[in-house]
């Protein structure tokens, strides 16, 4: 089985998964792949710095994805082709590591956590989509308290996202994370009794 998890910014995501792994589910984090995808060496840093520039490497020889994302911040076309160097190459990496867990240990359940699992169309590698829903207020709050951001900049990240509606109607599952962690480790505690024992 496995599980592909998603969610915007501050819909308890990352805390979800924490909380799967604890109960024993092998966790796949797609944003660490992503920083892997970055690393000097990689075919896709060799893409990354021909379509954007040798500028954009410091002098430890990785790229500053500070002043990449300067360059794509607000630039849709460019965005896309940075996404559409390094989401192929997050997939890969995804793939196998599938591959290696299953192989490793068949019954045991695994989750791919991903912001960008709808977006990048990696539906097919779950068997299951899980979507981690906040409120937009409420999402606000928690990104200003955890990150030290406006709300203004909080609110532009909402914008660029898919909506809470759109996720929906991808979800096999929803763990709606408006309330306190209990309810959200509830909710969890549930779904995952669900698909253990099935």
Known sequence: MII??????????????????????YIIDADKLGHTAYLAGSGAFD????AFGTDIVA???????RKL???VFGNEAALKQLTDIVWPAIRAMAEKEITDAQRA???????????VLIEADWLDLA?????????????????????????DAVQTRLDAQLSND??????????????????LFAQVKSLWAHVASA
């Open 4 to 25: 592909g998890l998603t969610g915007g910014i501050a819909s308890g995501k990352s805390t979800v998964a924490q909380a799967l792994g604890d109960r024993g589910a």
């Open 47 to 50: 893409q990354v710095v021909a």
């Open 59 to 65: 002098d430890d020889g990785e790229i500053d994805r």
């Open 69 to 71: 994302g300067g360059k």
């Open 105 to 115: 240990a068949p019954e045991r359940i695994v989750v791919l956590e991903a912001a």
């Open 127 to 151: 068997d299951q989509i899980w979507v981690t829903l906040v409120e937009p207020a409420v999402a606000i709050e928690r990104a200003c308290a955890r990150d030290n951001l406006s709300a």
């Open 166 to 183: 759109e996720r929906r109607s991808y979800a096999d599952h929803v763990i709606d994370n408006s309330s306190d962690q209990a309810h």
